[in-house]
Nanobody, 126 residues
Framework: VQLQASGGGLVQPGGSLRLSCAAS????????VGWFRQAPGKDREFVAA????????NYADSVKGRFTISRDDASDTVYLQMNSLKPDDTAVYYC????????????????????WGQGTQVTVSS
């Protein structure tokens, strides 16, 4: 199981970015893929998650209405569309996968996800 995050960069407040998480390996064993972020000096926190097979999603309150998580089955890629970005969104963003089935809503805790990719830096600044 490998996860490759990309798409980060520098964007002005109010701007948009789309992050990608390319999955490889035994992707048919996935249950959910999530995005987390970690700002300097802060704990890693949940951002959004999507069920690997299905339509269920879950979002942190801080990003609801601004961020959208989606999945492309043909390429085994999960996207995080980030709109109306704020300086507080500045962080390293990580994607992670969970293989174990669990009742909805999709989990939000770090320890609920066993597989992690490397991070991609998102900086929101004027």
């Amino acid at each position: 199981v490998q996860l490759q995050a990309s798409g980060g960069g520098l964007v002005q407040p109010g701007g948009s970015l789309r992050l990608s998480c390319a999955a490889s390996g035994r992707t048919n064993s996935y249950y959910a893929v999530g995005w987390f972020r970690q700002a300097p000096g802060k704990d890693r926190e949940f951002v959004a998650a999507i069920r690997w097979a299905g339509v269920a999603t879950n979002y942190a309150d801080s990003v609801k209405g601004r961020f959208t998580i989606s999945r492309d089955d043909a390429s085994d890629t999960v996207y995080l569309q980030m709109n109306s970005l704020k300086p507080d969104d500045t962080a390293v963003y990580y994607c992670a996968a969970r293989a174990t089935l669990t009742p909805l809503p999709l989990p939000k805790k770090i320890h609920d996800y066993a597989y992690w990719g490397q991070g991609t830096q998102v900086t929101v600044s004027s």
